[in-house]
């Protein structure tokens, strides 16, 4: 197992998928998270899109033998290799280049273990990529997709401020080392449907969906009274669910986003 948990996509068909889902246009910035020995990197057409690619990856060995690859294939007014550490320095990286949402994009086979940081901290980036495209425990994508009655945290996290899909499935066996589990391909499409939300309501958002899914199997009513009391009554709680047409007894699983947004400002 490598030291950072990655594991190496080898399935060419698969590259390919994942590429044709970036749906790249000439002059397009790709920001690619943790490219490993190339696999993707080299792959992508920079040259006749003209695209720049700035390649992030926190292993030493592997940013050095993926800049012998880019030097080898004469890449290098194409291509730059960042050492560092995606989680702590994507925010900085975007606002350095001064990214805008139309002109980059974002993709990488992520180590499983930081998918939740990552994907959090894509929630902050002030000018989101048009399109982020990344391979992800299987199991983990069916949770970021799921629709009432299977609602839950990183669902609700994450629709948000996109619109996920899972693409395809790749089988644990198209790894090297292979993995113990299989992965997804998930594209995530920033909207702006909840752009008229300010700042503010965004953090009410957040807040919210931590209360309501802290105990999946309460009532809206019973999480949300084990929380909110102190600010208001069992009463004028039940008063203003029955107000947007959300049943006290419901599960949190069964809220749509729309909902979740409405009960946010609603009550916080």
């Known amino acids: 197992m490598p030291k950072l948990g ?4 080898i399935n060419k068909e698969k590259i390919k998928k994942i590429i044709e889902v970036l749906e790249l246009k000439k002059g397009d910035t790709v920001i690619e998270i943790g490219p490993g020995h190339g696999e993707l990197t080299e792959k992508l057409k920079v040259k006749s899109l003209k695209l720049k690619v700035i390649a992030v990856e926190k292993d ?4 050095g033998a993926i800049r012998n690859l880019i030097e080898i294939q004469k890449l290098r007014n194409y291509v730059e290799i960042i050492e560092g550490d995606a989680l702590k320095i994507l925010l900085k990286l975007t606002k350095s280049y001064k990214l805008k949402t139309k002109s980059y994009k974002i993709v990488g086979n992520i180590p ?16 989101k990529p048009s399109l982020i495209v990344l391979t992800v425990q299987k199991e983990v994508a069916e949770r970021l997709i799921a629709q009432p009655p299977k609602m839950n945290l990183l669902a609700a996290s994450v629709q948000f401020w996109a619109k ?3 693409i395809g499935y790749i089988s644990k066996k198209d790894f090297r080392p292979t993995p113990k589990v299989d992965s997804a391909i998930i594209r995530l499409s920033p909207t702006r ?4 939300s300010t700042q503010t309501n965004a953090e009410n958002y957040y807040k919210l ?5 802290k105990q999946p199997r ?22 203003k669910l029955k107000k947007i047409d959300i049943n006290p007894n419901d599960r949190p699983q069964n809220l749509t986003i729309k909902q979740i947004i409405k009960l946010s400002s609603t009550l916080l």
């Open 112 to 127: 499983y273990y930081i998918t939740g940081r990552l994907l959090r901290i894509l929630s902050e980036l002030e000018n």
């Open 218 to 239: 309460k009532t809206i009513l019973n999480n949300l009274t084990m929380t909110m009391t102190m600010t208001m009554t069992k009463d004028e709680i039940i008063e």
């Open 164 to 166: 996920p899909e899972i």
């Open 60 to 63: 030493k060995k592997l940013a």
């Open 6 to 9: 990655q594991h190496f996509l």
């Open 209 to 213: 969906i931590k209360i309501l899914f």
């Open 193 to 196: 449907a909840n752009a008229d």
